[in-house]
């Protein structure tokens, strides 16, 4: 079993980098991570390459996940809020998931065959809005081929507790990590 954790924190032993550590900690098979704030993918600037080619004609990091997202059976989104949305970093590496929506709906080609699992982990210390978040996420992981979507987790009031803390967010880890595991 091979999971991509997405983390868009920029934080490195934040909130969310505790659960996505707890994640790791118990995880079966291989994990790659992508740190959205420390990785070297450019967000897409609307080149058009993949209107009629296949994959993207900035050649940085994203080619190496390219490739994983191919192989992978597990995707993981991981972010805090900022104003209910996920950080703009892990958006920039989000963009360059256009050219699978290209494939799709300009090339009609599947970009993709090899279906996945999703999850997202949300924490923040704000209103408690996660609709927006969650929804970005879940359109990010169907542009991966992942429609078998585990409920969002959320670790709320991180100002005054931490995450790793939140006994709801630590059962929420445990079933995301049942429901990769699971081969149904």
């Known amino acids: 079993m091979k999971t991509l954790i997405l983390n868009g924190s920029p934080r490195i032993n934040g ?13 079966a098979g291989e994990y790659r991570i992508v740190d959205a704030y420390r990785c070297n993918i450019s967000p897409c600037l609307d080149c058009r390459y993949c209107w009629k080619n296949n994959g993207c ?9 390219y490739k994983y997202i191919q192989e992978c059976d597990n995707i993981l989104i991981a972010s805090p809020l900022y104003f209910s949305e996920l ?11 256009q050219t699978y929506f290209c494939a799709r709906f300009f090339r009609k080609e599947e970009p993709i065959t090899k279906s996945k699992k ?19 996420a879940c359109t990010l992981l169907h542009h ?13 009031n991180t100002n005054e507790r931490p995450a790793i803390d939140d006994e709801n967010a630590l059962l929420g880890i445990n079933s995301i990590l049942d429901f990769f595991a699971n081969n149904g």
């Open 15 to 27: 909130d969310t980098g505790s659960l996505i550590n707890k994640i790791t900690e118990e995880i």
């Open 57 to 65: 004609a900035i050649n940085d990091e994203m080619q190496e996940v």
């Open 87 to 97: 950080t703009g970093k892990l958006l920039d590496v989000g963009s360059r998931l």
């Open 118 to 136: 999703g999850a997202v982990i949300l924490v923040g210390g704000g209103d408690g809005h996660i609709d927006t978040a969650y929804s970005t």
């Open 144 to 156: 991966m081929n992942c429609y078998n979507i585990h409920d969002a987790v959320y670790s709320h």
